[in-house]
C-alpha cells in the first residue's frame, strides 16, 4: 500500500553516524604513545556511540514521528529546538530533564540522552506503548471526497492500493465546466487506536496520494479541507451572507472498494501525447496510459528519492492555490518543486563563489537531464526563478490585473508552458535511467552531489 511502503521504515538503514566517528576507523596506536591518550581515545569514541535508550526506542523501527508521539504522551511536558526535543515529568516547563531525543541536520534521530529527571521505569514504559503502537497498528480503508478541476466521469484503480471514482448522480456539483468537481478517492493506510497518531497518518497518505495523482494527471487535484474556515459567498438571488467553507455529502458504506460495474473507466491518452498538453481535457478527466508503471516507479524507489519526490509533488500541488492568490508565489512553488529534486550542492562552501550559484547549477541540470528540449520554457524559467527568488522582482501582472501592458501578457502566455515543464521534470523523474543520469551528471561536477 502507497503508505504501508513508507510506514515502518527500516531503522537500520538511517542508523546514527556522528560526522566524527570516521576518525577513529582504523586507528591504530604505535607503541611511544602514552596509555592516557589510549584511554581518552577509546573514552572519545565509546562517548560517540548511541546510548543504551537510542537502542532500546529505535529497535522496534518505527518512524520519529511515531516515537517522539509515544515518548510525549509518557512523559506530559516537551520543549522544542533546532537539533533536540527535550521531555520531563508534569507539565512544569523547568522540571528536570528525564530523556533529550537529539537529530541530524535531516532531522533523522541521531542519539537518545538520559537525564536526572529520567525514572526506573520510564524506558521501559515508553516500550510498552510501542510495543502497543506496533500491536494495534494494522490496514484501514478510508473513502472520503476530493476535488478536481476536470470533471471525473470514469473510475481508475492502482492494484488494490487506491481508486478514484465519480460521485453519485444526485450529489451537489457545479453547474460551470471550469470548477472543482467533487470526486471519491479510496486507498488503504495504516492506521492505529492511537488517535493523535492515526489522525497524522490518515493526513499523511491522504496529502502524499493527492500530491501523486497531481504530478501524474493532467488535471489539479483538491482536497477537502474540514475546517471552521467562513468566507463571504453569494446566494442565488443575489444577496450575501458569511457561510462557512466545505463539502459533504453521504458517501457509500462498506470496508472494501466500491463496486466499478456501473462506472466507465478513465480514459487514458498516450503518454507523449499526454505530458505535452495533447488532451482534450472538455471529454472529462484522463490519464496517461503509463500511469501504472509510473506509479510502480514510484514505489520501487528509494525511501530517500522516494522522499525527495513527495516534497516536489507537494509543492507543484501547491501551485493552483498558490497562483490565484499572487502569480508570483505560484511561481515559486513551481521552482521549489523542482529544487526538490535538483542535485545540491557539497556542505562546505567554495573559497571562491561559496557555492552561490550551487543551486542554479543543480536547476539547470534537473531540467537538461529530465527535460530535453524545451529550451525557450527553461530560458524564460530561469530568468523569472532568478528575478522573484532574489526579491528583486515580480510578475508583472501582480499589480492590478492586467496592468503589466504587453510584457505581462508573455509572462501570462508562458505560464503554462512553465508549468508542462515542471510537469514532465516531475514525470520523468519517476524513470529510473533518468534519475540515473541525472546522479552520473552531477558527480561530475564539481561541489556537486
Excluded at 504522551?73 to 520531563?88: E, N, P, Q
Excluded at 476535488?147 to 444526485?170: A, H, T
Excluded at 471552521?228 to 458569511?242: A, F, L, N, Q, R
Excluded at 499589480?399 to 501570462?412: D, H, I, L, N, P
Aim: hydrophobic fraction near 40%; aromatic fraction near 10%.
Amino acid at each position: 500500500m502507497i503508505e504501508q511502503l513508507q510506514w515502518g521504515r527500516d531503522l537500520d538503514a538511517i542508523r546514527w553516524r556522528h560526522p566524527r566517528r570516521s576518525a577513529f576507523e582504523g586507528l591504530t596506536v604505535g607503541l611511544p604513545v602514552m596509555k592516557l591518550r589510549i584511554s581518552a581515545l577509546w573514552h572519545l569514541r565509546k562517548s560517540l556511540m548511541p546510548s543504551d535508550a537510542f537502542r532500546r526506542l529505535t529497535a522496534f523501527k518505527l518512524d520519529l514521528v511515531d516515537i517522539e508521539e509515544i515518548v510525549a504522551w509518557h512523559f506530559g511536558h516537551l520543549t522544542f529546538h533546532d537539533d533536540c526535543v527535550v521531555f520531563s515529568h508534569g507539565s512544569h516547563r523547568f522540571g528536570e530533564i528525564a530523556l533529550t531525543l537529539h537529530f541530524d541536520k535531516k532531522r533523522r534521530l541521531r542519539d537518545a540522552e538520559t537525564g536526572p529527571g529520567l525514572r526506573e521505569n520510564d524506558i521501559a514504559a515508553i516500550e510498552a506503548g510501542l510495543e502497543v503502537l506496533i500491536a494495534t497498528s494494522q490496514l484501514f480503508h478510508i473513502r472520503q471526497h476530493a476535488f478536481s478541476d476536470v470533471p471525473i466521469r470514469g473510475f481508475y484503480r492502482y492494484r488494490d492500493e487506491f481508486q478514484i471514482i465519480p460521485v453519485s448522480p444526485e450529489a451537489p456539483k457545479p453547474r460551470e465546466l471550469n470548477a472543482k468537481w467533487p470526486f471519491i478517492i479510496e486507498f488503504n493506510y495504516l492506521g492505529t487506536e492511537h488517535i493523535a497518531i492515526d489522525g497524522r497518518r490518515r493526513a499523511a497518505a491522504t496529502s502524499k496520494l493527492i500530491s501523486l495523482l497531481n504530478a501524474l494527471a493532467n488535471a489539479h487535484i483538491f482536497p477537502v479541507l474540514q475546517s471552521g474556515e467562513k468566507d463571504w459567498v453569494m446566494t442565488p438571488s443575489g444577496g450575501s451572507y458569511y457561510a462557512q467553507k466545505g463539502y459533504t455529502h453521504p458517501l457509500p458504506s462498506g470496508s472494501g472498494f466500491i463496486e466499478i460495474k456501473d462506472f466507465p473507466t478513465v480514459r487514458q491518452v498516450h503518454s507523449e501525447a499526454y505530458y505535452h498538453g495533447q488532451v482534450d481535457s472538455f471529454q472529462g478527466f484522463t490519464l496517461p496510459d503509463d500511469v501504472d508503471e509510473m506509479l510502480d516507479n514510484y514505489h520501487a524507489m528509494s525511501e530517500v528519492d522516494r522522499d525527495a519526490f513527495d516534497v516536489a509533488a507537494h509543492w507543484y500541488g501547491r501551485y493552483p492555490g498558490l497562483e490565484q492568490i499572487s502569480e508570483s508565489a505560484g511561481l515559486v512553488a513551481l521552482v521549489t518543486a523542482l529544487e526538490a529534486l535538483a542535485p545540491k550542492a557539497v556542505d562546505h562552501a567554495c573559497s571562491h563563489c561559496g557555492n552561490v550559484d550551487g543551486v542554479v547549477r543543480g536547476f539547470r541540470l534537473l531540467l537538461d537531464e529530465a527535460v530535453p528540449g524545451h529550451e525557450e520554457e527553461k530560458h524564460q524559467f530561469y530568468k523569472l526563478r532568478s528575478q522573484i527568488a532574489h526579491g528583486s522582482g515580480l510578475l508583472l501582472n501582480e499589480f492590478g490585473g492586467m496592468g503589466g501592458g504587453s510584457a505581462a501578457q508573455v509572462q501570462a502566455s508562458s505560464k503554462y508552458e512553465l508549468e508542462t515543464v515542471v510537469r514532465l521534470a516531475l514525470r520523468n523523474w519517476l524513470i529510473p535511467e533518468v534519475r540515473e543520469k541525472i546522479e552520473a551528471s552531477a558527480a561530475s561536477l564539481p561541489a556537486m552531489r
